[in-house]
């Protein structure tokens, strides 16, 4: 998706929010994967959501329009101490990403 551009783009974006799509649907309306108690799931799953901003800028579409429950499981996740010391900040993960991307393709 991040190399991708026009119908090739639209393809791989459709196919990457499908697969956050499927994540939601499991969770349904539990506040944690588990159920009620955050868990091994949820610990496995919760660092993707420092790469959702790189995933919105770099696929041009907004993951609080196409997976509402997801951001908001995010967000309760993010309400633990432990896991927001832990995770890096999403617009530190954007910046690595865009200067690697830069830096291979500038040349």
Known sequence: MWLSSG??????KKEFISIFKQLEET???KPFF???MFGFVDV???P???WFYTYETYGNFKMDT???KLVAWAKRCMEREAVSKTLPDEKKVYAVI???KKALFSK
């Open 34 to 36: 588990g159920g009620d």
């Open 48 to 50: 993707f959501y420092s």
């Open 27 to 29: 969770l349904g309306d």
């Open 66 to 68: 196409e997976c509402p």
């Open 44 to 46: 496995d799953l919760i």
């Open 98 to 100: 865009d200067g690697i």
């Open 7 to 12: 119908e090739e783009h639209e393809t791989w």
